[in-house]
Structures are given as C-alpha cells and as structure tokens.
C-alpha cells in the first residue's frame, strides 16, 4: 500500500509540473534607458508569476513615476528558452546571432536588458495597455512600421504579432526582421522605449486584439482584421477573424479548390436580430466582391448563425448555414454543423482555424463554398469591459505533447515502481557459513 502511495504522488507531481511549465513562455526585454537594471533578480528554476511580471517587472519599467515612452511588444504563438538558445547558436564561441542577429545584437547593444526563462505571460497585454495614454497600435505587416506616427509625450504600445507558422524557426526569422526594422526606426532618436519579446497562451492571442481599445489605432491597421460589435435590444456579440478565406467545393464529385482571402473589410451584420435576452441571430456577409483576391468565381457570400443558452448557463449554435451568389448560378445555402462551440456563460470561443463546411444534401449535386476562418473567435452573450472575455479554446487543455509528457512519464514510473517493488521482496539468509567453523547443513525438503 506504501509502494502504491509513493508512485501515484510521484505521478501527480510530474503531471503538475508538466502543466505548470506548459503554460509559461520566455519574456526576453531590452530598453535605450536603465529602467530595466534595477529589477528584481530571479533565482535559477524559478516560475515568475502574472502578478509577479505586473507588480516587480511592468510596473518597475513603465510605472505612474516613469516618463512617457513607446513600449513594443512582440508576441510570437509559440516559443521556449530552448528555441532562443538554439537558433541563435549561443553554444558557439564565434556565435553571431544565428538566425536572429537582429534580436542579439539589439539586445546587446542596450542600455539595460532582461531575460526571464519561464513566466506566465497570460495578463502581459492587458498589464501593458493599462500603461497607455496614448495609441495602441496593431502590426501585421514590416512595412507598417515606417508609417508609425505615435506621440512622444505620451506612453504608446505597438502591437507585432508574428505570422503564426508550425515552424518555430520561421517564426524567428520574422521576428528578428521585424526587430531589425523597429530598432532602425526607435533607435538613435531621443524617445524611450522598451521591447518586450515574448508568446501569449493561444487562448488569449486575439482576446485583446478586437477589445475597443484597439479601435484606437490608424485606419490602416484597423484593415488588417474583420471585429464586428452587433448590439441591438439588450443583446451584445463580438465577433474577429484575422483573415477569412472562401473556398469552392464542386458538388457532383466534391472536389475543393484552393482557398482564396477575402477582404477583412465591406462586411456587414444586416439581418442578424436580437430574438431576447437568450437568443440572437447572427448574420454576416460581404457583396460585390468583384474579383478581389482571386475571387472571379463568386459575387457575395454569407453565413447565418442562431445563438441559444441552455437551462445550465451554457450558449450554444443552434442553427446554422452558408449562403453564396456564386457567377452563373442561383443563390444557394447549405447547412453548417457548428456543434462544437457549446461553451460557459461569460466565456467566448477562439479557435486560431476553423473552417465552416457546407453540408451536401442528399441526392444533391449543387456547387458549395466553405469558410475558412484565421484566429476565430466570438462571444454572444456575457459581454463586460467592452472585450472579449476569457476564451474557451478549440485545441483543448491536452496538447499532443502533453499527452506524450503524461505516457512518458507513466513509464518511468511504472519502471521505478516496478523495481522497487522487485528489490522490496528480497529476501536475505539469516544464517552465513563460516569458514573456520563447521559447515553449514541446510535440509531441503524434497518435493
């Protein structure tokens, strides 16, 4: 009973610290003032907590005594310390930065600078936008960087999220092009900044993204994502996709096309309608495409979604469909199946893919279209604060990886409990030979 108590608290703090390392990321950090020299050490191993990045790191650099500066943050998907290390050759005496010179270098070059290993980055943003007086602005694009035009007597924050890619090194690359470019733009002139290189929990990647703070920002950036706020008769839904895509499916064989953007403006909420306080319909579309992005082949599309809560506070789709004028044909609409945004009151959805698939019916041949949707999410009741809330994310709590942690880690210990259990039934003689005495005459009994 002793054996099996030690292996499962053996197995449960294994499964605990797996997940409390999954949820934390390296916050790399450098400034052209001294603001990020006095900051608190951290011991080797340690986990830096959210209130402890606010209260001993945020507040220290970019506190109410502090003078007005710009604060980047550059936010990748994914990232860990391993990554930094090992694509940026730190192990080789003539290291030059690998694939992030710019990165390196910048941050060696800096007036004061900061590295911490594991952190829980999950209120960073909303820490970060706390400290603005002036413009948040969003980055999507290197190019969108020259045209930054920001107040120096006010605090700033400027927004870059990386191009989200299953390759971690691509990732970098991109980051590092983008800081090549901020650096040539902040560097050398006589306003403050301070850089923040970080990743967020994907969960959180697009919460603060569409809040109406962001819609603060230019023009230009506001062009590069679709937010809408439908609010009419007590009924609130926020609804952003970074980028949607529509794709052609031909309907007697199946066959998809490749998809093809659409634009992230022109589309409007018309026909959605508040039912009460426990239902709304969800429409939006986008007309007159005329060709845009490839899209010769289709001249508006929409899609039309019934939101319901149950009697146990959950909001759900109840009713869902795609609607398309493609050229030459009549207006067609198919089913969509969205069974699996069911999810808490108060909470939203975010999914960073999502397709919305066109149910064929039977015995039909008819042409459909998909929606293809980048950095999903939605929220139809429980709205506060004017942002989305906590979001519930469709990769699930139990990532690939975590399962392989979890398998790993249950055959460790079976092994060690096993020979444990193997050296814990042996069994000594309590009686030895000695060779200057009589011979030892042990009787077995025969069988």
Same mark, same amino acid.
């Given at each position: ?47 830096? +907590? ?6 001993? /790191? ?7 005594? !502090?003078?007005? &500066? ?44 900061? $590295?911490?290993?594991?952190?829980? @980055?999950?209120?960073? %943003?909303?820490?970060?936008? +706390?400290?603005?007086?002036? %413009? ?9 960087? !020259? ?20 390759? $971690?090194?691509? !990732? ?17 002139? =006589?306003?403050?900044?301070? %850089? ?17 703070? #962001?819609? &603060? ?12 706020? /439908? ?5 609130? #839904? ?9 794709? /052609? ?19 409007? +909420? ?24 490839? @899209? ?41 199946? %969205? ?15 999502? @397709? ?22 939605? &929220? ?8 989305? =809330? ?53 009787? $077995?009994?025969?069988?």
């Amino acid at each position: 009973m002793d054996k099996l108590i030690i292996v499962v608290g053996l197995f449960v703090t294994v499964v605990i610290f797996s997940a409390a390392s999954a949820s934390n990321v390296p916050v790399v950090a450098w400034s052209n003032t001294r603001s990020l020299f006095d900051t608190r050490q951290i011991s080797a191993g340690e986990e830096v +907590s959210k209130e402890s990045l606010r209260d001993d /790191f945020v507040n220290h650099v970019i506190g109410a005594d !502090q003078k007005p &500066q710009t604060i980047i943050l550059v936010l990748m998907n994914k990232l860990k310390l391993g990554d930094l290390t090992r694509y940026s050759n730190a192990y080789d005496a003539q290291n030059q930065g690998g694939i992030i010179p710019n990165i390196k270098s910048s941050m060696e070059s800096s007036a004061s600078s900061l $590295v911490l290993p594991q952190t829980d @980055t999950s209120d960073l %943003l909303d820490d970060l936008m +706390s400290k603005v007086t002036g %413009l948040i602005t969003e980055i999507n694009n290197p190019v969108d960087v !020259q045209s930054l035009a920001l107040d120096s007597k006010q605090t700033n924050l400027v927004i870059v999220r990386v191009e989200p890619s299953d390759s $971690v090194e691509e !990732q970098l690359k991109a980051a590092d092009k983008y800081v090549k470019i901020l650096m040539n733009k902040f560097n050398g002139r =006589s306003t403050p900044f301070t %850089l923040f290189f970080t990743a967020s929990p994907i969960s959180q990647d697009s919460s603060h993204a569409s809040g109406r703070r #962001l819609l &603060q920002a230019t023009d230009g950036d506001a062009a590069k994502f679709a937010f809408i706020n /439908f609010t009419e008769d007590g009924c609130q #839904l926020y609804f952003f996709a970074a980028n949607i895509n529509v794709q /052609f499916v031909k309907g007697a064989d199946g066959q998809k096309n490749e998809s093809v953007p659409l634009p992230t403006t022109g589309w409007v +909420s018309t026909g959605s309608d508040c039912l009460t306080n426990r239902s709304l319909i969800f429409n939006l579309g986008i007309s007159d495409l005329e060709g845009l992005n490839g @899209t010769d082949w289709i001249e508006s599309v929409s899609f039309k979604v019934e939101f319901n809560m149950t009697a146990r506070d959950f909001w759900y789709v109840s009713k869902s469909s795609i609607t398309a004028q493609l050229k030459g044909q009549k207006e067609l609409t198919h089913m969509i199946d %969205l069974h699996e945004l069911e999810t808490p009151l108060g909470w939203s959805y975010h999914c960073g893919d999502i @397709t919305f698939v066109s149910k064929q019916q039977p015995n039909k041949t008819d042409d459909m279209v998909n929606l293809i949707f980048k950095d999903f999410q939605i &929220q139809p009741f429980g709205i506060e604060n004017d942002k989305f =809330s906590q979001a519930n994310d469709c990769i699930g709590y139990f990532s690939p990886a975590i399962w392989m942690g979890i398998i790993t880690a249950l055959l460790v210990i079976a092994i060690i409990g096993f020979g444990i259990g193997m050296m814990a039934t042996v069994k000594v003689m309590d009686k030895f030979d000695d060779p200057k005495g009589k011979q030892l005459m042990i009787n $077995v009994p025969e069988s």
